[in-house]
């Protein structure tokens, strides 16, 4: 067990449907980052947050959006949904918001699958 | 921009087998070097890591050694059991605030 936690573990939804994926960092993490795995892209990083203010943005589409709360939980909203959005939204987190050359540590949660019909 | 190529799955061994599960990468600069894994059903966990030039991670069994005149990151195992199927996943944190992952490479061990 990683200490990340997230919900909900599955999901499915219909086409243009909205969607919000919730994650719980480690205790005393800082930093939570959103990953998307599919077939097709394998493991692509979508954002960062640390300590509530967004750090670095990847390859996330103009129709996800996300934030931190104070509390340091995060969401992942996923709006006007296609079926290629069909996929496994990880969450992670680690302490600083370094990680990179620093070897920072990144630990995983168990995953969202969402599939969209 | 960063990399990382991985070799293609799966990769099916008897149990006892020796493993290895090659990785090379492209970063500018210094980059620390990880590896993951995946059983099925599950998320990802850190196996081991490698910060700098010449270190070995090692964790399970498992090594790697952080080579940068090859720019190769190779996972090794003297001997495989049947628990240690799963999704391998070499990873690379260079100089943005992300890690870059290979596509992974599915490992099958049989009895």
């Known amino acids: 067990d990683s200490g990340v936690t997230q919900t909900p573990k599955h999901l499915i939804t219909a086409t243009g449907q909205r969607v919000t994926l919730r994650c719980s960092p480690r205790?005393?993490?800082?930093?939570v980052y959103w990953y998307q795995q599919s077939l097709d892209q394998g493991l692509q990083f979508l954002i960062q947050?640390?300590?509530?203010?967004?750090?670095a943005k990847g390859n996330i589409l103009e129709r996800f959006s996300a934030q931190q709360f104070p509390d340091l939980h995060s969401e992942l909203n996923l709006s006007s949904l296609e079926l290629g959005d069909s996929a496994l939204y990880f969450c992670?987190?680690?302490?600083?918001?370094?990680?990179?050359?620093?070897?920072?540590?990144?630990?995983f949660g168990e995953g969202s699958w969402l599939t969209v019909v | 921009g960063d990399s990382v190529t991985q070799m293609e799955g799966p990769v099916t061994l008897s149990e006892e087998a020796f493993l290895t599960i090659n990785c090379t990468y492209t970063?500018?600069?210094?980059?620390?070097l990880f590896w993951y894994v995946q059983y099925p059903g599950e998320g990802l966990q850190l196996l081991l890591k490698?910060?700098?030039?010449?270190d070995k991670g090692s964790n399970k069994g498992f090594e790697a050694t952080y080579r940068k005149e090859t720019t190769s990151f190779h996972l090794e195992k003297g001997s495989v059991q049947v628990s240690d199927s799963a999704v391998y996943f070499c990873?690379?944190?260079?100089?943005?605030?992300?890690?870059?992952f290979g596509t992974g490479t599915q490992l099958k061990v049989e009895l």
């Open positions: 947050y640390y300590n509530g203010e967004e750090r």
């Open positions: 490698a910060t700098k030039a010449d």
């Open positions: 970063a500018t600069g210094y980059p620390s």
């Open positions: 990873a690379l944190g260079g100089g943005g605030n992300k890690l870059t």
């Open positions: 992670a987190s680690s302490l600083g918001p370094q990680t990179g050359r620093s070897g920072n540590t990144i630990y």
């Open positions: 205790s005393g993490d800082l930093s």
